[in-house]
């Protein structure tokens, strides 16, 4: 039987019958002016009878403006049917709405979902540059021609560039140019305007265009500043000094641009790449801990332009953000450019050389003042290796495959679909599935930051708003084109990371470092799979809806920073040795070729004397670890002589004294100290001016039996080293050494958690389970000491924007604060280490951060080290976890 519309059969109340209509997508996917755009649409009729020419129609922005209709002349029962319908493009951003049956003809017992919509943006027409200025050339053979003044074009054999519109590399020349009136094109949508300029004092300026609206930054009216924050003081360190520009493939560099600073520009695939390099430690005077390394310029951008931050327009005419800075059109939820989160790192290969930085913004009538700001206190610190990189984007990476499942239609394939969902209805689970490919990245990479954004557009039916998604990896292999409920691979079922769906469409942002670590370190890569971490728990359609990579304006990404491994000695000599009296004489490395000793175990032969004086020697260390540290020396005087070692500064364990002499080389340890990648210093003291000492030999080692020449040792340090330590990697429940405290024990989650680790599949998760609701969380660590003239601690931490919460110097009981306590009684605690304002990846802290625990409280008899967070929200909104917890000293210690 076939049901006639605007029948009477037609016009009863059926339960049984049901449509929905559903915009699949459309091509192009990145359209421009004047194109005619194919929408792709799918109509769903549930119902016994079949119907015929029931009518669809298609309208841009309001529902009156119809753009196009049509009639479907059958429908049958149970059935989906695809159509295309045309639209004629006009610029700008618009909202497509598909109807079916908007007469309403067809009684049925739900009309909600008869309707559709998406939005899509049309670019405006444009002139194709000329081949010579679309731009990204990689490759060796490189040919530079000089065309006129200031002018040079670089030209490589069959160069590329690669057009992300249409997913491929085109031929192309590259063509950079800073005088007046020439451009570099950069291949992004809608074809970025790159303007590369030059000033005469060669500071550069460089312009932005795309979609009608400009940035511009002018380097000439930048300066680098030391800036104390709690008062705004600052002092300048350099103005913009004059430059030499180099040119090479496809990159710019300013040299000199500031004192001991270059400035380079790298075109990318996906964007231009800033990056500031400092060649040397900036020059510092006696600096509060809270002060910055500030290099300040100015942005001016488009009247038709506002500035987003943290996902919200800034309204305040000052704000500062260690985030995505975008800016956007008036009207138009994404951004035409933005700047991604600042970052530095080191020429150190460890993970503890990177760290987080922030921009300073202040906004003035279309002007941005604009500065990214560094700690002092890492670019100060004695592990630091220069140069150090101040550098905002590495890489952006972009799906190679996503789509979606439905338990609703088994075997329907959404690979082509614009969009991905997830849904937690009974009915109808949704799950999406994302594949990016992470080749290019070298293998054993140290992976600093890993961000992956997609954006949420619109959801079904009942509002998301705080709902739990969950990232998961996935564990078998899967296609975007035959990928379907029936053939779903299956997933690991701890999660990578969990986000609370946001109240308003925009990006969602997570943190899935730890998941890219994981596939550079070699694990096999098959993607991630996102689901609602409660399913079959609605019996309406809640679902999330983000833009597929079929969309092209907003295609999910995945923004990685990395630092590339390398194939390194455990040391390597530093460039220079010196002494304050006078030229040394000698000086030769040897690498010990006992079998007992490592590779990083060899001697320094001195053959010298000093004092009242040191000797000083310069070291980079490439290996972290526990060293020994051993002197052999002979001293001829009739009475003692008091020596120290210090590394950087630091004393090594305790001041020898060496007795008077007998003319007979002796060694001497001087204890163990742990070093980190970077340079040091090592330094040997004799106070005494009347009482000479002659060396010839340092060494070195991180063998713990190892005793040079197998002979005695002269001095207060025994020959055996007894060095004892403490670890926990929480991989086993604790031990009766550890107790724990929270003030809300309803809503704690101060626990062995799977959420993140360091090493291994455990970390101490410190959180809440109830947002809005404040906890006090500790865990207590207690040991006895004795015979020890130090205790080191060492660890691991991350956060996930936990608001930092200070502790005081010293306090009774509990302090809602975030840090290390310790104490001698449990009672009576004292500072050992206040937590920073961002640890958003896992990080090392050890001695060269954290102070000696015998340098702030008695290390004989019982020690308490209380680990510590203060916070109202759930990870990843708030909460720290812990790590790979370590102690170290030269006593006895016990649990």
Excluded at 62 to 76: A, F, G, Q, Y
Excluded at 278 to 305: C, M, R, S
Excluded at 791 to 816: A, I, N
């Amino acid at each position: 039987m076939i049901i006639p519309l605007n029948s009477s059969i037609a016009g009863d109340i059926d339960d049984t019958i049901d449509l929905s209509i559903h915009i699949v997508g459309y091509t192009p996917i990145n359209p421009t002016e004047g194109d005619s755009i194919d929408i792709n649409l799918q109509i769903t009729y549930q119902g016994i009878t079949s119907v015929e020419n029931l009518n669809v129609q298609l309208s841009c922005d309001t529902s009156d403006n119809i753009v196009n209709s049509t009639n479907i002349s059958l429908l049958i029962p149970e059935t989906s049917t695809n159509i295309t319908m045309i639209w004629e493009t006009v610029p700008g951003n618009h909202t497509l709405i598909a109807l079916v049956d908007p007469q309403n003809t067809l009684q049925e017992i739900d009309k909600t979902n008869n309707i559709d919509q998406c939005n899509i943006h049309i670019n405006e027409s444009q002139e194709e540059p000329s081949p010579e200025v679309i731009s990204i050339t990689y490759g060796d053979n490189v040919k530079y021609e000089q065309l006129s003044t200031g002018v040079i074009r670089e030209t490589i054999p069959s160069p590329t560039v690669y057009d992300k519109e249409n997913k491929e590399w085109i031929p192309a020349n590259l063509n950079l140019s800073w005088d007046e009136g020439n451009s570099l094109w950069h291949p992004q949508k809608s074809r970025a305007n790159i303007s590369l300029k030059n000033t005469v004092d060669s500071s550069g300026i460089f312009r932005f265009e795309m979609n009608g609206s400009w940035i511009e930054y002018l380097l000439h009216e930048g300066k680098m500043i030391w800036n104390n924050p709690n008062d705004n003081t600052e002092v300048i360190i350099s103005q913009v000094l004059d430059s030499t520009i180099t040119t090479h493939t496809n990159t710019l560099t300013y040299h000199t641009i500031f004192h001991n600073v270059d400035l380079s520009y790298t075109i990318l695939p996906f964007g231009m790449k800033e990056c500031f390099i400092l060649n040397a430690p900036p020059p510092a005077a006696d600096l509060p801990e809270t002060t910055v390394l500030a290099f300040q310029g100015n942005i001016h951008y488009d009247h038709n332009l506002t500035i987003w931050a943290d996902g919200t327009e800034c309204t305040n005419k000052s704000f500062q953000t260690n985030n995505i800075i975008e800016f956007r059109k008036i009207g138009e939820p994404g951004p035409v450019f933005w700047l991604s989160p600042p970052f530095a790192y080191d020429s150190n290969m460890e993970n503890s050389s990177y760290t987080s930085c922030f921009y300073d913004v202040t906004l003035n009538n279309g002007t941005a003042a604009f500065s990214v700001e560094i700690s002092s206190t890492w670019l100060l610190s004695p592990e630091r290796v220069y140069p150090v990189f101040i550098d905002p984007t590495i890489v952006t990476k972009y799906p190679v495959g996503d789509s979606f499942v439905r338990s609703y239609r088994p075997s329907d394939i959404y690979g082509s679909s614009t969009e991905f969902t997830v849904n937690p209805r009974t009915a109808d689970i949704c799950r999406s599935y994302l594949k990016f490919d992470l080749s290019s990245i070298p293998a054993d990479s140290t992976i600093a930051s890993a961000t992956l954004r997609y954006y949420y557009y619109r959801y079904w039916e009942a509002d998301p708003v705080g709902r739990m998604n969950d990232i998961h990896k996935v564990t078998a292999s899967w296609n975007e084109g035959t990928l379907c409920w029936n053939n779903k691979p299956a997933y690991n079922p701890t999660a990578v990371i969990s986000y609370i769906v946001p109240s308003s469409y925009g990006w969602i942002a997570t943190d899935i470092q730890q998941y890219v670590q994981d596939k550079v370190n070699g694990e096999t890569d098959y993607g991630l799979l996102v689901k609602d971490h409660t399913e079959q728990s609605m019996s309406l359609n809640t679902n999330p809806c983000m833009y597929s990579k079929e969309y092209g304006s907003y295609s999910p990404e995945l923004i990685i920073t990395y630092k590339p491994a390398g194939n390194y000695n455990a040391w390597r000599e530093g460039e220079s040795w010196e002494r304050s009296c006078s030229t040394p004489t000698g000086g030769s490395w040897d690498i010990l070729t006992d079998g007992t000793a490592s590779n990083s175990t060899f001697t320094k032969q001195l053959s010298d004397t000093f004092s009242g004086d040191w000797a000083e020697w310069d070291f980079t260390v490439l290996s972290h670890g526990t060293y020994y540290f051993w002197v052999r020396a002979k001293h001829y005087s009739s009475a003692s002589t008091s020596v120290r070692l210090l590394w950087s500064g630091n004393q090594i364990g305790s001041t020898q004294n060496w007795q008077q002499g007998t003319a007979e080389w002796k060694w001497t340890c001087f204890g163990s100290r742990v070093l980190y990648t970077g340079s040091g210093t090592l330094r040997i003291t004799n106070p005494s001016s009347s009482n000479w000492m002659w060396i010839d030999n340092l060494l070195i080692t991180n063998n713990v039996n190892y005793i040079p020449d197998g002979k005695g040792v002269e001095g207060s340090t025994d020959h055996t080293i007894g060095v004892t330590a403490y670890a926990e990697n929480f991989e086993n429940d604790l031990g009766r050494e550890w107790s724990f405290y929270v003030s809300e024990p309803d809503y704690q989650e101060n626990e062995r958690s799977t959420y993140s680790a360091h090493t291994g599949s455990y970390s101490w998760r410190m959180d809440v389970n109830t947002d809005n609701i404040y906890s006090l969380n500790e865990m207590i660590l207690h040991v006895k000491m004795s015979s020890a003239s130090y205790l080191s601690l060492t660890f691991y931490t991350k956060e996930y924007g936990d608001e930092q919460h200070l502790m005081p110097s010293s306090f009774m009981g509990h302090s809602d604060a975030d840090g290390i306590a310790v104490s001698n009684d449990r009672s009576n605690w004292v500072r050992l280490w206040q937590y920073p304002s961002s640890i958003p990846y896992w990080t090392e802290y050890g001695p060269l951060q954290i102070p000696d625990i015998g340098s702030v409280i008695s290390i004989s008899g019982d020690v308490y080290i209380k680990f510590q967070q203060y916070d109202n929200s759930q990870i990843p909104a708030d909460g720290i976890l812990w790590d790979d917890i370590y102690l170290e000293s030269d006593g006895i210690l016990n649990i």
